[in-house]
């Protein structure tokens, strides 16, 4: 079955930069044929998407994360990536990879998160 795996969360100073990855398993066709994204949520809060990226390389970003955040894809390793720079504390969360698969239109699968901390 299709599992997605997220690393590179951690706790950072505001200002600081990390970069999260999700890899992607158990797919035939691979991610080529996938739309991703990264949500994120907090306690108390709906979980909200911050970057997507389809398949034909399309990005669209959350306004709050334009300009300091970059959602990329490489579908030769299965990996999507979220490049987070000039992190402020409400970007902490814990941060979610999901997978968008045919027939189009809803956010299939999702990994089991990483915790993104930000401190003042």
């Known amino acids: 079955q299709v599992q997605l795996v997220e690393s590179g969360g951690g706790l950072v100073q505001a200002g600081g930069s990390l970069r999260l990855s999700c890899v992607a398993s158990?797919?035939?066709?691979?991610?080529?044929?996938?739309?991703m994204g990264w949500h994120r949520q907090t306690p108390g809060k709906q979980r909200e998407l911050v970057a997507s990226?389809?398949?034909?390389?399309?990005?669209v970003y959350r306004d709050s994360v334009k300009g300091r955040f970059t959602i990329s894809r490489d579908n030769t390793k299965n990996t999507v990536y979220l490049q987070m720079n000039s992190l402020k504390p409400e970007d902490t969360a814990v941060y979610f990879c999901?997978?968008?698969?045919?027939?189009?239109?809803?956010?299939?699968?999702w990994g089991q998160g990483t915790q993104v901390t930000v401190s003042s």
């Open positions: 158990g797919i035939i066709w691979g991610i080529n044929v996938m739309d």
């Open positions: 990226v389809t398949r034909a390389g399309t990005t």
């Open positions: 999901a997978a968008d698969s045919p027939p189009y239109g809803t956010w299939n699968y």
